[in-house]
């Protein structure tokens, strides 16, 4: 598959991005390739990459433990101790092999240590390889709020290798593909329709292609998110809040990320339908499609309340409103409406349907 | 006295600077100020901040703990953790009011709180207006390493406000001249000899000015810091490692960060005779102004093994080689000069003498 070239650096895929590693590793004179993973990558990727570097490198493996709820600030600072200790330098570079917390943590670790060393980003989750491979977002969370801590900064390439997939559960599968999924919901009708069908995760490997083809195109048109790049947050105002809650709440199982933002995106298409114009048609066609493929999520009223309750502290908020990123139709999606009180209860009532 | 305009923002003095504070607030819509002080400038700075604002604006006020051990990750965490609980958005805006720590770190809390805010540098200390100013420089420490964690990024505007230095002892502001003199050492001879015979600070406010201009000349020139800014650094190299020392070490007192420069410049200029033609003279010169103005420090073998052994965390440093900036004359740096590991003893000795 052709590499896909971002705003500073290019995305390489299965055999070209070996191929593109070591041709950047050989002119490129980094005093030591320091390789973050976490516990499931070190067993299940690790082997495979290190086999796949032709040149003679000093090689560190940082390891630290895996899931969401280690994504925060002693995580690292662990990471930064061990660089020290390690005797990292600027001409240093981190390699991130692992999903979205590897990835986003190990690039917001990279982009502060000595003021910034060099990262390149090998997402082995499908999520990770659909959602974090450009836009160059790094962060960690800060308690149970998302990613509040955290800068923007380039990666110096992306490696896509879609062998790592094997290595998942079925159920991380579903997740990456929820972001997917929103890729045609805000952007592509056709590439929506495509992918709703799909039914083996073995010919993934051109949609993988597409969805970070739709994510570079929306980036590159607007990289400080002033509008287009606000769309990838459709599902995400009220998905976040729920992702959030379940992993601070001790009485709830964690949802995946894809998992929280597949109901994000029901209620937020119910909002569409209720404020711009979504059909009900494809309302129902988008509830469907999710419902087919997530677990429906139990929601409580007080559940419903300690979600609102995290809304506000959204990233994408300012003075106080809350700004959503809705659909005019599949394919279309419209910036910064906000939200009569009221529609949210109704919202959760459509879900539980 | 006129304002200076870096790459992105301009450092305003004295009375322009609360006009064009109050002009920057009044157009800029933020949602809050925040405004990050610690215990010392919250008492002493503050009120007279305050009284200067004209508008109506939402404020926050959010206090840390004064001195450079505070100076890390776990207080970074408690600022952070304000914001979020205090409810800042991304319309929000963070002034540090305050000296070195007050303005490294909060500009890299606000540089990292949601991907990063708007943030305005009032320093409090010499130090920190003649140092911090300009350059973008941001971090905290990790453990006893200096600045181990930061990014580069520019405040909206920086207000230098010469009465504040009314509020510091003697000692800080010996402190922030030894800056001063860098300056002159390794860029302005003419510069260097009017400050070394300025007896009485009463009269600084037109050097800090030239101090930050010189600053300012440097980093436009090199922003990235491939090389001319490189030269900032001098004294830095081993001062860095004298000051971590101090500030570790249970049995000595703590220097403050000229302190500390000061001997590392003294020590660097010598080497600097031996190894690129700094002249015996000027060497006496140098040594001679530093001795009158800094109490010497009293270093132990052990101290000098120690201070040695931190050497290599130096940033500046790649592959494993110590990279020093070294003088020709006074007013003319050289960079990348490497040490032969036997003149560090004599260069100790040299200081004692």
Chains 1, 2 share one sequence.
């Not at 990292?88 to 990835?103: C, P, W, Y």
């Not at 879609?162 to 056709?190: P, V």
């Not at 083809?213 to 287009?228: G, S, Y």
């Not at 606000?230 to 998905?239: C, E, M, S």
Request: glycine share 8%.
């Amino acid at each position: 598959m052709q590499s896909i070239t971002t705003s500073s650096y290019s995305v390489h895929f299965n055999d070209l991005a070996y191929k593109a590693l070591n041709q950047h590793l050989d002119k490129s004179g980094y005093s030591t390739l320091f390789i973050l993973v976490d516990e499931n990558t070190f067993d299940h990727c690790l082997p495979g990459f290190m086999a796949q570097i032709e040149g003679d490198y000093h090689f560190e493996v940082i390891e630290i433990e895996p899931g969401e709820v280690h994504k925060n600030i002693e995580t690292c600072t662990q990471v930064w101790g061990a660089l020290s200790e390690l005797e990292a330098d600027r001409k240093s570079v981190l390699v991130n092999l692992g999903g979205g917390v590897v990835t986003d943590l190990g690039g917001f670790v990279a982009s502060t240590f000595k003021r910034g060393i060099d990262f390149i980003n090998v997402p082995t989750t499908l999520l990770s390889m659909v959602d974090a491979s450009v836009g160059g977002k790094t962060g960690v969370d800060l308690g149970p709020l998302k990613n509040q801590i955290g800068v923007i900064n380039q990666p110096v390439m992306v490696l896509i290798v879609t062998e790592f997939l094997n290595t998942l559960e079925e159920r991380q599968l579903h997740s990456g593909f929820a972001e997917m999924l929103k890729h045609g919901l805000i952007r592509d009708k056709g590439y929506w329709s495509a992918l709703k069908s799909l039914n083996n995760f073995d010919l993934i490997d051109e949609f993988i292609h597409d969805s970070v083809v739709i994510k570079n195109q929306v980036v590159l048109q607007d990289p400080t998110e002033q509008n287009l790049r606000k769309t990838l947050n459709f599902g995400h105002t009220l998905g976040h809040a729920i992702e959030s809650y379940f992993l601070a709440s001790e009485s709830h199982e964690t949802l995946l990320h894809g998992e929280a933002i597949a109901a994000g995106m029901i209620l937020e298409a119910y909002l569409s339908q209720q404020l711009t114009g979504l059909s009900q048609t494809e309302l129902d066609e988008i509830k469907g499609t999710f419902a087919k493929r997530y677990p429906k999520v139990d929601f409580s009223e007080d559940d419903i309340f300690n979600i609102l309750g995290l809304l506000k502290f959204d990233k994408k908020n300012s003075h106080g409103n809350i700004n959503f990123v809705l659909l005019e139709s599949i394919g279309e999606a419209v910036l910064d409406i906000r939200i009569p009180q009221d529609l949210y209860f109704p919202a959760f009532a459509y879900y539980k349907e």
